[in-house]
């Protein structure tokens, strides 16, 4: 089937701490792979997306690179803020764009 | 350039009522597709509208419907409300094509009592 599974939170860190957000994927073919943030209230932003196997994508100091061996498109960020504090959606691509989802992770960041 | 805007922001609503949402797309985008999001859960595909045509639907029952105007502009009507229809709806916009990102509105938090 089609889905993304996402560690469960929340995640607690310090600021400056590091940051990783492990997401795995099962699929039939090669989808493109992107991380989503909710900010409280809002909708969500695109973060990054990779579209093929072993391309990094990177916004903001994040980063994840898909691993098509490990069916895997882990989110990393070397130094974490306190306006980080969100909500992250791992998602992978469907048919004709139709998005899935993971459950989410609430990361809180604390100063 | 104003991004995906959607209304109402919040909506109050009885069982068995009908609702109507609205969104306009990003300027540029021609595809939008609609999104349940139930509290501490990921959002979850409803459907999709491209040349004002239903293109793709997600595992919802027929009483979610939707339209999609020549402006590429859309609506989402759900009738008979269930108290688990309490939601944030989602919609997203983008170019048709592949690898094209979507861009979210900020919902409309639909709450039913």
């Known amino acids: 089937g089609n889905s993304v599974t996402q560690m469960e939170g929340p995640v607690t860190l310090s600021e400056e701490a590091f940051l990783t957000i492990n997401c795995t994927y099962t699929?039939?073919?090669?989808?493109?792979l992107f991380w989503y943030v909710q900010y409280p209230g809002e909708g969500l932003q695109l973060l990054l997306k990779a579209t093929k196997a072993d391309d990094k994508g990177s916004n903001k100091g994040f980063e994840a690179t898909y691993r098509k061996e490990t069916t895997s498109f882990h989110l990393e960020k070397g130094s974490v803020q306190v306006s980080d504090s969100a909500v992250y959606f791992c998602?992978?691509?469907?048919?004709?764009?139709?998005?899935?989802f993971g459950t989410g992770t609430r990361l809180l960041v604390s100063p | 350039d104003a991004g995906v805007t959607q209304s109402p922001t919040h909506l109050i609503k009885t069982r068995g009522q009908q609702v109507t949402l609205r969104c306009s797309p990003k300027s540029g985008h021609d595809t939008v597709s609609w999104y349940q999001q139930a509290l501490g859960q990921g959002p979850q595909f409803i459907f999709q509208?491209?040349?004002?045509?239903?293109?793709q639907r997600g595992n919802f029952p027929d009483r979610f419907s939707g339209h999609q105007f020549p402006n590429y502009s859309s609506e989402l009507n759900v009738n008979a409300l269930l108290l688990g229809d309490s939601a944030l709806y989602l919609c997203?916009?983008?170019?048709?094509?592949?690898?094209?990102?979507?861009?979210f509105g900020d919902g409309t938090r639909l709450s039913i009592l």
């Open positions: 998602a992978r691509n469907t048919g004709f764009q139709k998005l899935v």
């Open positions: 509208y491209y040349e004002e045509e239903e293109r």
């Open positions: 997203a916009s983008s170019r048709t094509g592949p690898n094209q990102p979507q861009h």
């Open positions: 699929a039939t073919g090669y989808p493109s």
